[in-house]
């Protein structure tokens, strides 16, 4: 748009100039200057510069699906696949200690009236020292699993990431967002959907 404004300022001072210059040579002959009864540029060519400067041309973005790339590309199910395993192995090792707990819990409570006092704060020591364990194991279970993710994650969105700039390079897109954040786009604003792009990209690496 600069361009077209810096035209029509040259013409305005352009014509100012001849006006002076006119006036100036008229003087200089002793002559009163002459003011022409006419502006020698129209106004409607001025208006069609500044026209064509409203026109701008459409704005190129795309956007992606995060869920159907996680969905749909062979590396968001590898690493689904491989976080589903970690889950079940590690639930299953939960409920077998869960297991264990409980039965060493009957055994406890049923050999509570046959021992002293002493015998069952030890037993009682002992048993809540093994619930301890067991709490902290499911809570070291769920940190493991959640770095897993994050670590999914994290190498999953860098993939997509690389996969759009590479595609806004190719396409000649302004912007890559992604899809959800999208709210409102403007008449001058041509959106495309990238999604399966950004998928046979990453699945080629």
């Given amino acids: 748009m600069k361009r077209p404004i810096r035209c029509i300022l040259f013409a305005l001072l352009a014509c100012s100039l001849a006006v ?4 100036e040579e008229n003087s200089a002959a002793g002559k009163p200057a002459a003011v022409p ?3 020698q540029i129209p106004a ?3 208006q069609k510069p500044s026209e064509a400067a409203v ?3 459409p704005t190129h973005l795309g956007h992606v699906d995060l869920a159907r790339i996680a969905a749909e590309s062979e590396t968001g199910k590898a690493g689904q696949a491989k976080m589903t395993d970690l889950k079940k192995k590690l639930q299953g090792q939960i409920e077998a200690k869960q297991k264990q707990l409980e039965k060493q819990k009957s055994a406890i409570e049923s050999k509570l009236k046959t021992l002293a006092p002493a015998q069952r704060e030890a037993k009682a020591k002992e048993f809540q020292k093994k619930v301890e364990d067991f709490q902290k194991f499911v809570q070291n279970a769920g940190k493991q699993m959640q770095e897993m993710e994050m670590e999914f994650a994290d ?3 860098k993939a997509i990431e690389q996969a759009s700039a590479d595609l806004g390079k190719a396409k000649g897109l302004a912007l890559v967002v992604i899809k ?3 709210l409102y ?3 001058g604003v041509d959106a495309q959907d990238v999604t399966d792009d950004v998928i046979k990209k990453i699945d080629k690496k």
């Fill in 180 to 182: 959800r954040e999208l």
């Fill in 155 to 157: 190498k999953l969105f």
């Fill in 37 to 39: 009864a006419t502006p």
């Fill in 44 to 46: 409607a060519p001025l």
């Fill in 20 to 23: 002076q210059v006119g006036a």
């Fill in 185 to 187: 786009l403007g008449s």
């Fill in 55 to 57: 026109v701008q041309q």
